[in-house]
């Protein structure tokens, strides 16, 4: 240690007495927040609207403003409707008045043909396994939505037509899969089919003329 070193004079007693002040605090610090990070969360308080506080929203509006406001949106509400109602008559009656003077063309008065409603009832074949059971009719899908067997659907008359054909092609591939020819009696709709569709030529019937009944030439 140098002789020039040496003569410095140390810390001070008051500025020692600082420091040791001042670790004592950093100490009492860093275990108070160690105290608090090993402490449970509690839940936070549920606001009470009743108590003393300023954004409390209760009061902003009287109830004559609150009624002005729902007489307000009903108007418009009602208005909206009567705007949309008066739109489809007005194209309804255009429509009409198309038809009447054949101004339609044809491939639109068509498209609303198919548009138009109808129900069909969905008839489906059981495959036959090996061990001589039926499995269940596999339900049909179409555009996400699920048609079962034997449940009647109000559908557009195109979406009817698609379905009846759908059907129709489930019957004549279970006809080849089961080994039937194409004239088969279909014991869970008690008629015969021909090509996979019901024999026409009159209501089914559980006879043994309206089972063997041939279409209509």
């Known amino acids: 240690m140098s002789e020039e070193h040496a003569k410095r004079p140390g810390p001070s007693a008051e500025a020692r007495a600082k420091a040791a002040e001042t670790r004592r605090k950093n100490r009492e610090e860093r275990a108070r927040l160690l105290i608090k990070s090993l402490r449970v969360p509690t839940e936070p308080e549920p606001f009470d609207p009743t108590g003393d506080d300023d954004l409390s929203l209760d009061n902003l509006l009287s109830k ?17 409707q009567k705007k949309i109602a008066r739109e489809a008559a007005i194209a309804r009656v255009r429509a009409q008045v198309r038809d009447e003077i054949g101004a339609t063309p044809e491939q639109e008065a068509h498209n609303r043909w198919l548009a138009e409603l109808e129900t069909v009832t969905i008839n489906l074949p059981r495959l036959r396994q090996p061990n ?3 499995a269940p009719p596999e339900p049909l899908r179409i555009n996400g939505r699920r048609y079962d067997h034997g449940r009647t659907y109000t559908v557009e008359r195109g979406l009817a037509q698609f379905l009846m054909w759908q059907m129709n092609q489930a019957h004549m591939h279970v006809a080849q899969v089961d080994g039937r020819s194409r004239n088969y009696y279909n014991e869970q709709t008690g008629r ?18 309206g089972i063997h009944r041939r279409p209509a030439a």
């Open 192 to 209: 015969m089919m021909y090509q996979g569709g019901p024999m026409s030529g009159g209501a089914p019937s559980m006879s043994f003329e």
């Open 132 to 134: 001589g059971r039926e």
């Open 64 to 80: 004559d403003e609150i009624e002005e406001i729902r007489r307000t949106e009903r108007a418009k509400f009602l208005a909206e």
